[in-house]
């Protein structure tokens, strides 16, 4: 680094000792000495020449003096590192300049040995502030580039960690799909302005109730999204967490579907499917892109279960596996899904909110077990829990496989 040092003194032969006691460093190529007559003439050649690491300035000087100038530069943005030389007996002024955010002084006759260890010093804090502010810059745009993804409390950790956190590593997650129905024939009919303004509010609003759990929007695609928990940093809940999240996710959701229906704009309901599992995550944009996502069967099963959700009537369908591992779950079995590409069942569930009726709750699993246990009772057990709540979807999905002839709580789909 060559540093650039603006002397500011009226004193006639001071350029010329300057230049003569610094020759060998300026021969090296390690300073650069610009020279001014007062204030004025030093804000003109820093206007000329931003690249001025340092200031050494008397303080007696016409036209602006160096306490002016000080002040002057204390008010720019980029603030110069300025050392003051004064005479020993103008001591009151030297201790202005120092609470004025002075870096050192120097008091007359100026002892070059003096002046050199004394700039040396403030050139090593110049660097180490350039430093400073790199690395704030390298972290802002991190941190913009993370915010995309996380809460703004994690996104400014993972900006000020360093990288390892995005590196692709195996870990357990929990995993959240989501789906609006009918979005396509929607996007096909809607003019550019409303689908734009929809689809804006939508993702917008999920991913606010997403970083309020401190999940991670893994990825947004249209309509649907991908979100993790226990990702890039540790959540020893994230079972429950990802529960949480879906009811929030929910209701907000019919909530936002009720407005824009009130508005004539058909916009379908919002599928959710939950699963936890190990899974492959970090960043897979290479050097060009940052794509942070995960894969893995896990993945694909959170993404069968939102598909679930159509063939059932449901609005939320989470695996055993949350369920057993989110604390204080509550929710009602759906039964033992064969999901699309498998073989094996997956217990699945439909969690509940605290509001939720506890006698229709009571009722619905009451007329399940008899399903289970392969009990003739179950179908006047669910026609009953439909007569009462001809809205409970999971349970009119069961009263029609019975009618139809299935049996048990298997369920193929397809």
Known sequence: MTATILVVDDEPDLEALVLQKFRHQIREGTVNFMFAQDGVEALQKIEA?????LVVSDINMPRMDGLSLLAKLQEADDKKSTIIVSAYGDMSNIRTAMNRGAFDFLTKPIDFGDLEATIDKTIRHVEMLREVRRRQMEAERAHASLS????PQLASRLANSGGDAMEVHRREVA?????VTGFTSLAETAEPDVLSSLLNEYVGGMTEIVFSHEGTVAKVMGDGMQILFNAPGDQPDHAARAVACALDLDAWALQFRGRWLANNVNFGNTRIGVHTGPVLV???GGNRFFDYTAYGDTIN????LEAANKFLGTRICVSAAVASAAAGFRGRPVGDLVLRGRSEPLRAYEPLTDAASEPTTAQYLEAFAK???GDAGAMPAFAALVGVHADDALAGFHLRRLLNGARGVRIQLE
């Open 175 to 179: 995993a959240i799909f989501t789906d």
């Open 282 to 284: 970090g960043n897979f």
């Open 301 to 304: 099963t959170a993404s069968r």
């Open 148 to 151: 995309r993804y996380f809460s």
């Open 49 to 53: 020449n931003p690249g001025v690491d």
């Open 371 to 373: 399903l289970e246990a």
